[in-house]
């Protein structure tokens, strides 16, 4: 009989010559000890360091996740009140601002699955803000698999898929709803 043998934790980014990082921490659920160790490429984990490190101001928490019985993978940043350097703008909420994020993991999630395996380009990508008891998930929209240039106009607020409607300053949501989101923006 097989014994698995608990995975070693990934080593530390190693810094890319002249390019600013900003600490990534990697929280698993549902991972598997081989992708655990695709995830933690550091070659791909030091790229996202890099591609983030000028819009957070702290570490930044990498929820790596698979659900089993959905069969549905997700990569997300918790994004923590103070941690970006500039917030989007609340109302209209500038969703379109939180693009660059979803870019740079879309880039990690392209890579690893270019280099390891193509089952990874099926995983979500997206941005969780909780803030005492709103939970907002920002996601990217477009072809799958998204590249994270567009942002939905759809949040999924406390579980609940809210939408809004965009216009050249934003996404407006109306009502209570409006008032979840903002308080996910703020800083």
Sequence with gaps: MLS???????????PVEGAELVPVEIVWEGIGAL??????DQKAITALSVALAPYF???????????????????????????????PKASPADLQALSPL????????DDLSSRYDIRIQ???????????????????AG???????LVDPCVLVNGQ???GTPGPQGVAFVG????????CLER
């Design 4 to 14: 698995q043998a608990p995975a070693e934790p990934a080593p530390p980014p190693t």
């Design 35 to 40: 992708y655990k160790s695709y995830f933690s």
């Design 57 to 87: 101001s702290e570490t930044v928490q990498l929820t790596i996740s698979f659900d089993s019985e959905k069969h549905l993978g997700r990569i997300r940043i918790l994004v923590p009140p103070g941690a970006l350097r500039t917030p």
């Design 102 to 109: 979803l870019v740079a993991l879309a880039v990690y999630r």
């Design 122 to 140: 099926s995983f979500h990508i997206g941005l969780d803000f909780f803030r005492g008891p709103v939970h907002c998930r920002v996601s990217a």
């Design 143 to 149: 072809e799958p698999p998204p590249d994270g240039r």
């Design 161 to 163: 898929k809210q939408c």
């Design 176 to 183: 209570e709803t409006a008032a979840q989101v903002e308080r």
